[in-house]
């Protein structure tokens, strides 16, 4: 075909070209140009991808040898490369054998041009997609390094399970890869059969012959084989995955009666169905008759009477005898259980708290006298509002401590001083600033968790900038300067042509340049367009990082400065607790401890909490607060998860005694761990078989009402471990204690707490007998709530823009009692507010009283007894004990009720007008007293 078309420099003259025909346009050829032209598009990104890879290896590279730990990141990179480079070759080949194999069986040349280039566009979407798919399965298979590296570092628990008899190894180590495997093989058949299904219907659909009996035989080849890998893939399921799974929900976690009698046998029998229809249709592929197609079904009509007799099993035989059916079982999933969250290693003691005495008082003076009234949240805020100093410093959440003070063990709130870079004028949030001028925090602030001043404020032993210390006998803090920390995200240059900013005093700013050993030199050239690449991203000739003049060849760069994604990008394999706590050591530098948690899900016959059912605090991990050098400690050695970790990172962690003497005496167990384990503990309490199997002695970790200093709400929250320096009854000696107390399901009675004396790792249970009704945490605030002396003070004092919120709740042992302590603060409504600590509520045994001070308020429960069932104080004690004194009762009885009345409205006038919480609170309270004298007159 020709079409004339008019010549435009000679208009006379017409010119014939071909015309342009529609399969020009969206034939085969049109169709391979672009595939052609997408496939360069995709060669580039792969390039381009590849080469960010290499810049980001060789960082990481970088960064780990200036930690000394190169060998570290080689192993863990070496293993995600073989993965990625194994398994994805592997599956592109088995994706292009079903290909060829496929095309083999179902194409047949014809003597058009368009059948053959058909078949070349498929041979190259094929080998494009087997391509891609083949990248995500590796890129898959090499996220999966941890389990490849302890599926080759197999250690023994020493403890079998009660099924298969085999070591907990076997199940923790080698089933978690097996399963990654089965995973594996599962994705690449289902790609193969739609590759398989696409391929042959579209070669049988464009061929321009006549479907054949040949052309049938030959697909029936194809299909044979790939059912028989598919069966024996069943098979090896059945035979290698299914019976071991051993975390199976169910009355007996694990596996009951059901799976032990009847499961596992069915899944032999649909195994040995599975295997004999494999061999079936492999012969198929030989012989190609469509007739012996049909045992494929037979797999699939033996797994459905497998279901069908595991229910009837389950219905006829278990169920009307379940009880003594899962006895066995349940007694597994107990003791299992308990060993895998270190139950079995508790020392249990029944305990029956009686009403305190002022002789138990007396007996563990020195514990309640170190008794912490100060609220975590409360004094964050304070210092906060006292300590920043400046816009660009905060202070997280601070923790407790111990410290040697005089000789003595002293309880204390510890926080450290950061930089906030977000925090400065958006005009200062420029690149220099963050890189190279605001690089660190500065210093500390602690102070005693058992005392406050007089006007309700914490005492800081250590505060300012510079830091000043106000209290003898603790070390002196010779390093202050905090480049790693909880809030240092952004990496930062040291070294460079202009100094730091250190600190600012009210004269004058200082600067300073990092000494410390940490950081990449940035160097010149391709290492340096390298990191700047790495780090800022988009174009690396225009990175700021790689042009800047302030940088220099012997500048250095600090990443991961933010310490848990430093210790989490060194053991990824450790869960981390997220409760980092600072500590002042002896040499006066600053460092940070924290716990590392190895963990399984896959420990036979134990119920998870939060998706694990086997942990260990194995490790305590120590960073240094200036240099970023982290060290990792086997706090946990028989642990055979460290272990493993151990012999796969030789020289990573280092034997526990090695640990600076002076940072044992701070070790703590973590709070991530203990919730979890006594989220275990809320069932597994029991070790009797019919009471776990009835499900009648369940408990609940308490809640208490809490204020959140963050958002101002108060609500109802389950309890975190409560730090207390106590000793249990019978103990002759004081410790460091973490808490935890539990209540009866869906009461609010105390069942049993839990407590960890953090100096030995020792955990005691104490467990209320049953029926025994102890004071619970809910119904000790619910009491002094309804207590009318205190809840018409605290309706006063929430008035005028002031608020009463909850502190921390504590629970102290003391002697053969429990002593609730609930601090009372008062805060003023705006956001800059300095609570105050207003009153302490004590309580033991349904009884409760409350005054300005733990010791006056004690005085007042001991002497003067309960006051919740009262409108006023008892006779010859009073309500409080005030700071400065208030009207006494003698001085009313010659008063009149109208003269009462009139001074009463003057104090609340005073209080609803004066700027000081003091002196709000002391006139609120002679309004109080002044109305409960009324009340008495008139009652």
């Known amino acids: 075909m020709w079409r004339r078309v008019m010549n435009r420099k000679s208009p006379a003259t017409i010119e014939y070209r071909p015309a342009v025909k529609p399969r020009d346009l969206f034939g085969p050829q049109a169709f391979l140009r672009f595939l052609l032209a997408s496939g360069v598009v995709v060669a580039a990104a792969c390039v381009f991808i590849f080469i960010q890879l290499a810049a980001q290896v060789h960082v990481n590279i970088w960064w780990f040898e200036s930690l000394r730990l190169g060998d570290v990141y080689g192993r863990m990179w070496d293993a995600q490369k073989h993965l990625f480079l194994f398994y994805g070759v592997l599956t592109y080949l088995l994706l292009a054998l079903i290909f060829f194999a496929t095309r083999a069986g179902t194409y047949r040349p014809g003597p058009s041009e368009n059948s053959r280039a058909i078949d070349g566009l498929l041979v190259l979407a094929a080998g494009s997609a087997a391509m891609v798919v083949a990248m995500i399965a590796g890129a898959a298979m090499s996220g999966e390094w941890q389990l490849y590296l302890l599926a080759h570092h197999v250690q023994q628990f020493g403890v079998v399970d009660p099924i298969h008899h085999r070591d907990v190894g076997f199940y923790v180590f080698t089933m ?54 598919l069966f024996a893939y069943f098979a090896w399921r059945n035979f290698f995955l299914y019976p071991f799974d051993l975390d199976r929900p169910g009355r007996a976690f694990g596996g009951g009666a059901t799976f032990a009698h009847a499961s596992l046998w069915w899944y032999s029998v649909v195994g040995i169905v599975e295997i004999l229809a494999a061999l079936v249709l492999v012969l198929n592929s030989l012989l190609r008759r469509p007739g012996l197609l049909a045992f494929a079904a037979l797999p699939v009509i033996v797994g459905l009477m497998a ?31 308990r060993h895998a ?86 005009s200062a949030q420029t690149w220099v600033n963050e890189h190279l001028k605001f690089t660190h925090g500065y210093g500390l602030t602690m102070a005693p968790a058992n005392t406050v001043t007089r006007a309700g404020q914490p005492v800081l032993w250590i505060q300012n900038v510079p830091v000043q210390e106000t209290i003898a006998g603790l070390p002196p803090v010779r390093q202050p300067r905090i480049y790693f920390g909880q809030s240092t995200d952004s990496w930062i240059l040291t070294g460079a042509t202009t100094p730091e900013f250190d600190s600012s005093t009210a004269d004058r700013d200082t600067s300073y340049r990092y000494a410390g050993p940490d950081g990449i030199p940035v160097g010149g050239g391709l290492k340096r367009l390298t990191l700047s690449w790495t780090v800022e991203g988009g174009f690396p000739f225009f990175n700021k990082l790689y042009i800047s003049n302030y940088v220099r060849s012997t500048t250095r760069i600090l990443l991961h400065r933010n310490i848990m994604d430093r210790v989490q990008t060194i053991a990824p394999w450790l869960l981390i607790d997220d409760q980092p706590y600072l500590v002042l050591r002896q040499n006066g530098s600053l460092v940070w401890m924290m716990d590392g948690i190895t963990r399984t899900d896959h420990y036979p016959y134990s119920e998870p909490v939060d998706g694990d059912n086997y942990r260990r605090n194995s490790v305590k991990i120590v960073v240094d607060a200036y240099t970023g050098r982290p060290s990792f400690y086997a706090f946990d050695s028989a642990d055979p998860i460290l272990r493993a970790w151990s012999v796969i990172f030789p020289g990573l962690i280092q034997p526990f005694g090695r640990l600076p003497r002076d940072l044992k005496s701070h070790i703590k167990y973590p709070d991530t761990y203990l919730n979890w384990q006594a989220a275990g503990y809320q069932r597994y309490h029991v070790t009797d078989a019919t009471s776990y199997y009835n499900a009648d002695n369940e408990w609940d970790i308490e809640s208490a009402q809490t204020y959140n200093w963050d958002d101002g709400t108060t609500n109802s929250t389950v309890l975190d471990p409560i730090w207390a320096v106590t000793r249990l009854f019978g103990s002759q000696q004081s410790s460091f204690f973490s808490i935890l107390p539990f209540s009866v399901r869906n009461k609010q009675t105390m069942a049993g707490y839990l407590a960890v004396d953090n100096n030995t790792y020792r955990v005691t249970a104490l467990d209320m007998p049953r029926g025994a009704q102890t004071m619970g945490v809910t119904q ?53 507010s300095l609570p105050q600590l207003n009153h302490v509520v004590v309580g ?21 007894g309960d006051i919740s069932n009262t409108g006023r104080a008892p006779a010859g004690n009073g309500n409080v004990a005030p700071a400065p004194p208030l009207v006494t009762s003698k001085r009313y009885a010659s008063l009149s009720d109208a003269r009462l009345i009139s001074l009463a409205n003057s104090l609340y006038r005073a209080a609803a007008t004066t700027p000081s919480l003091t002196a709000k609170d002391h006139d609120l309270q002679q309004v109080g007293a002044i109305l409960r004298e009324l009340a008495v007159r008139h009652k």
């Open 176 to 229: 978690p890869w097996r399963e990654v495997l089965g995973n594996f093989a599962a994705a690449v058949l289902l790609v193969g059969a739609l590759e398989l299904a696409a391929l042959a219907t579209t070669y049988t659909l464009t061929s321009p012959y006549e479907t054949e009996r040949s052309d049938i035989r030959r697909i029936i080849a194809v299909g044979s084989l790939f059912g028989a890998v």
């Open 844 to 864: 033991t045994q349904n009884e409760v009283n409350w005054n300005y001070s733990l010791p006056t308020s004690l005085n007042s429960l001991l002497n003067a």
């Open 780 to 832: 000790f605030q619910s009491l002094y709530n309804q207590a009318p002396a205190i809840s018409s003070t605290i309706t006063l004092l929430d008035q005028h823009g002031s608020q009463v919120v909850p502190g921390q709740l504590l629970i102290l042992p003391v002697g053969k009692a429990l002593l609730y302590i609930q601090p009372l603060y008062l805060r003023s409504a705006t956001d800059q």
């Open 307 to 337: 279901s069908a007799g595991q229910g009837i099993f389950q219905r006829f035989v278990v169920a009307p005898n379940e009880l003594s059916a899962e006895s066995p079982y349940l007694g597994y999933t107990l003791h299992s259980t």
């Open 341 to 426: 969250y270190g139950m079995d290693q508790w020392r249990v003691r029944e305990y029956t708290p009686r009403t305190l005495t002022a002789e138990d008082v007396s007996r563990d003076s020195a514990a309640v006298s170190d008794a912490r009234i100060a609220d975590v949240g409360a004094f964050t805020q304070v210092i906060r509002q006292r300590q920043e100093n400046r816009t660009y410093y905060t202070f997280n959440d601070a923790a407790i401590d111990r410290y040697t003070v005089d000789g003595t063990s002293r309880q204390v709130v510890i926080a450290p001083r950061e930089l906030e870079f977000d925090q400065l004028t958006a």
